[in-house]
């Protein structure tokens, strides 16, 4: 079992910055961070290998989201930088053991936190 707690969400203007964390219990060898706007699909939006490093960004994040880990605070971050009023939603961080990280199928999620941008 693996407990996942995202924080550093909030309300930020258009052009902002955010930085997300997400505190696991421990961290598996996939770990991404999606979101959720009201009435959407669920979507990725950045991904992490995390004995590789490798990474994936959605097109509609690249150049603006960083996602990183910290392995010794057990952490994973997503630095959100000129923020876009589409980017509100809720953003979840999720993990799974791997080696494939991709797609939506993760076995372990965050309650999220809410990203909010005016323009």
């Known amino acids: 079992q693996v407990q996942l707690v995202e924080s550093g969400g909030g309300s930020v203007q258009a052009g902002g910055s955010l930085r997300l964390s997400c505190a696991a219990s421990v961290l598996r060898n996939c770990m991404g961070w999606f979101r959720q706007a009201p009435g959407k699909e669920r979507e990725a939006v950045a991904r992490i290998n995390i004995p590789s490093g490798s990474t994936y960004y959605a097109d509609s994040v690249k150049g603006r989201f960083a996602i990183s880990r910290d392995s010794a605070r057990e952490t994973v971050y997503l630095q959100m930088n000129s923020l876009k009023p589409e980017d509100t939603a809720m953003y979840y961080c999720?993990?799974?053991?791997?080696?494939?990280?991709?797609?939506?199928?993760?076995?372990?999620w965050g309650q999220g936190t809410q990203v909010t941008v005016s323009s």
């Open positions: 999720a993990a799974r053991p791997g080696p494939d990280c991709g797609g939506l199928e993760y076995r372990y």
